[in-house]
């Protein structure tokens, strides 16, 4: 028998929660260590409709990326939403892990997951984190990717291909620049990533690709880009390369971009189980738009 503390054990080898943020906590939030997990689901958001899911298909072990007590929480009533779910979690005998900024700057993570998506090639971390253990391995951890496509096209094109790999949703895909502008170098990170400008700035690329754009920093970032452009027109140097705008903007749904991290983890984590116990796990991907928007007018 697989026991939840096994398959956590597990979990926090592939994801280790010391990659989490300083105001992040994942892990485990719901779940007794003893009880036997044989079914383990997959969502982006632990909603109330996805909770039904987990339980309605049997799930022992319900594995999300977003947390589901994100802000300090003070009861788990049934005054609540969130307090709701963790009874009906408990009396189902569903247990529930997050993995968040940790898994977002893991090897094989939700990062490096949609920079591969995206087909870049030549990839690192946008924002390095030195792990002793991980660089022992070979592997290359962090916030964010920064990678180049196999062939140079216009920013239109990219931004197609982005919008074609992402699961739909009513809310969709802008882009911010100009359309046909050739790109090649892509800095991807999936969520909300309006704090890290400064980072992608430097990194040089051509593209920046992230989730919940606001107007006043997107409208900065590309003023900047247009700018320093036309400053290098002049032959003035600043920034990276030749005339063009860097970077552009593409503005993703944040549950869809970070959706893409289960292609990964529907089977890294049965295979770690696995190797752990000799057990493998079923698992399942519950394919729900979680995507709060419903009508786009």
Not at 5 to 25: C, H, I, S
Not at 40 to 52: E, G, K, L
Not at 65 to 79: D, E, I, Q, W, Y
């Amino acid at each position: 028998m697989t026991t939840l503390a096994q398959v956590v054990n597990a979990l926090e080898t592939l994801y280790p929660l010391r990659y989490a943020e300083d105001w992040d906590a994942p892990g485990l939030i719901v779940g007794d260590l003893a009880q036997p997990v044989t079914h383990i689901a997959f969502a982006v958001d632990p909603t109330s409709a996805v909770i039904d899911a987990a339980i309605e298909h049997g799930a022992d072990l319900l594995i999300t990326h977003h947390p589901l007590l994100f802000r300090a929480v003070h009861t788990v009533s049934g005054l609540g939403a969130r307090g709701d779910i963790v009874r009906r979690l408990y009396q189902s005998g569903c247990a529930l892990w997050v993995g968040h900024t940790n898994a977002d700057a893991a090897y094989r993570g939700v990062g490096q997951a949609a920079a591969d998506m995206f087909g870049l090639i030549d990839q690192h971390p946008l924002v390095p984190l030195h792990d002793a253990e991980a660089e022992t391995a070979g592997q290359e951890v962090g916030l964010g990717r920064i990678g180049r496509l196999k062939q140079p096209m216009t920013f239109e094109t990219f931004a197609r291909h982005v919008a074609d790999v992402l699961p739909p949703t009513e809310l969709g895909v802008q882009a911010c620049g100009p359309l046909d502008q050739i790109v090649e170098t892509v800095a991807v990170l999936p969520g909300s990533g309006d704090s890290l400008f400064d980072e992608v700035r430097a990194s040089g690329a051509d593209v920046y690709v992230t989730s919940d754009l606001r107007h006043h920093p997107a409208t900065d970032a590309i003023e900047q880009a247009r700018y320093e452009a036309g400053l290098r027109a002049q032959g003035i140097h600043v920034g990276h390369g030749d005339e063009r705008i860097r970077p552009l903007l593409i503005n993703t749904p944040h549950s869809a971009i970070e959706s893409l991290w289960f292609h990964y983890a529907i089977d890294d984590v049965p295979n770690a189980v696995e190797q752990a116990t000799g057990q493998r796990p079923q698992v399942e991907w519950l394919h729900m738009n979680t995507d709060p928007w419903t009508l786009r007018l």
